[in-house]
Nanobody, 117 residues
Framework: QVQLVESGGGLVQAGGSLRLSCAGS????????MGWYQQAPGKRRELVAT???????NYADSVKGRFTISRDNAKKTVYLLMNSLKPEDTAVYYC???????????WGQGTQVTVSS
């Protein structure tokens, strides 16, 4: 069982930065692919970025060059550094832990990011 708790969301002006954190639990955190997803009002949840246990990274085209995902397996934490934020980045951001080996997937409760123009 993995529990995920996100933090770091808030209100920021366009062009600003935020860093989201997702603290996980469980003794095998390192085997999970960790991801950040965004869900804007009235829209489906969409991938922002993922990072595997061995550090392979994937980004959505909309955030490439602006967002950076990283993880610290010793701290069981994954981060999302968001720079050059745009109003269209406004959404609830969810942390996900996924393991195909264990056929399990866990979600955090989400953290709101609002970017004003």
């Amino acid at each position: 069982q993995v529990q995920l708790v996100e933090s770091g969301g808030g209100l920021v002006q366009a062009g600003g930065s935020l860093r989201l954190s997702c603290a996980g639990s469980g003794s095998i955190f390192g085997i999970y692919t960790m991801g950040w997803y965004q869900q804007a009002p009235g829209k489906r949840r969409e991938l922002v970025a993922t990072i595997t246990g061995d550090g392979r990274i994937n980004y959505a085209d909309s955030v490439k060059g602006r967002f950076t995902i990283s993880r610290d397996n010793a701290k069981k934490t994954v981060y999302l550094l968001m720079n050059s934020l745009k109003p269209e980045d406004t959404a609830v951001y969810y942390c996900n832990a996924d393991s195909r080996l264990l056929s399990t997937s866990y979600w955090g409760q989400g953290t709101q990011v609002t970017v004003s123009s």
